[in-house]
């Protein structure tokens, strides 16, 4: 008895040590890079911040320094309206241009792309070469004479649809360089499979390739968007009449020579404009940083 009384007091479990448990360090790299991801987001929206309070501020509260207004007044988006009768002319006529360019950029080049990395055809590596040394001049600048009369000569002048034209032609070699470089991330074999089993191009593009290279797709529609919906040169070039013009050009013009407009007026007009762009980039960014990652700018 004594023997198992023994034996089962030094089987007894012992009592554990006290474990001290370790401190995280704090990863000072990250917290820089975040401080300095903060500080660049702040700089972007502060200032977009300060324009929607500046667009529902009553007149007296807009010569205040005060940022927070005293008083909302949301008649300035109704003035601006109504102050410049061919406002939703000029808006609409940015609407169409935009999604005239954005399409045919889109459509002409994913064909070009396509046609870059799965065809062997003679002469390619000279076209892409040239594409790419097209984007290190100022092209929209050095060309805007020779724009204006080929414009000219189609008739096009004061036409706000014939501004999708030069759009497409200076959006086109970035938007086949991104597309180039998305289609060269999806194996050759695939494609060779494909016209094993009896598909043809247009099939092989449209069924196996374009599901493959969406996100790049959405990243050409997001540039080409931004290029054409700001464009301010050519659209003040071709289009003189006012009715014919697109939004930044009556932007432009509301802030320099029309005297009764004032800054809150002027606010509610950038708000209207910005808000189209910056809806469309909250609902695409997600594929548009994929596009990235998966090799949209791929040389």
Do not use: C
Not at 99 to 121: E, H, K
Not at 253 to 276: F, N
């Amino acid at each position: 008895m004594a023997t198992m009384e023994t034996v089962s007091e030094f089987s007894a479990p012992l009592p554990t040590a006290y474990v001290t448990p370790k401190r995280s360090r704090i990863k000072w790299g990250t917290v820089a890079r975040h401080v300095v991801l903060v500080i660049f987001a702040l700089i972007i929206l502060l200032p977009l911040f300060w324009v929607i309070l500046l667009s529902v501020k009553s007149l007296p509260d807009a010569y205040q320094n005060d940022i927070w207004p005293k008083t909302f007044d949301w008649t300035h988006y109704g003035f601006s309206l109504t102050k410049i009768p061919t406002l939703p002319q000029n808006y609409m006529n940015s609407v169409v241009v935009t999604l005239g360019t954005v399409v045919v950029a889109t459509v002409l080049s994913v064909l070009a792309g396509y046609v870059m990395v799965f065809f062997n055809l003679r002469g390619m590596p000279v076209v892409f070469a040239a594409l790419v040394a097209s984007m290190f001049f100022p092209t929209r600048v050095t060309a805007v004479i020779a724009i204006f009369e080929t414009q000219k000569d189609l008739g096009l002048l004061n036409v706000p649809a014939g501004l999708i034209f030069p759009y497409v032609a200076l959006s086109l070699a970035i938007s086949i360089f991104v597309m180039r470089g998305m289609f060269q991330t999806i194996p050759r074999e695939l494609f060779d499979a494909a016209r094993i089993d009896g598909a043809g191009p247009v099939r092989t593009l449209v069924g196996i390739m374009l599901p493959m290279v969406k996100n790049g797709v959405v990243v050409v529609i997001i540039i080409n968007f931004v290029a054409a919906w700001g464009e301010y040169l050519l659209a003040k070039t071709l289009n003189t009449n006012q009715s014919a013009q697109t939004l930044p050009v009556v932007l432009a013009t509301a802030t320099g020579g029309m005297g009764a407009w004032v800054w809150p007026r002027l606010a509610a007009v950038y708000i209207m404009a910005i808000t189209p762009g910056l809806i469309i980039f909250a609902f695409a960014q997600r594929w548009y940083i994929k596009g990235l990652q998966e090799g949209a700018l791929k040389a």
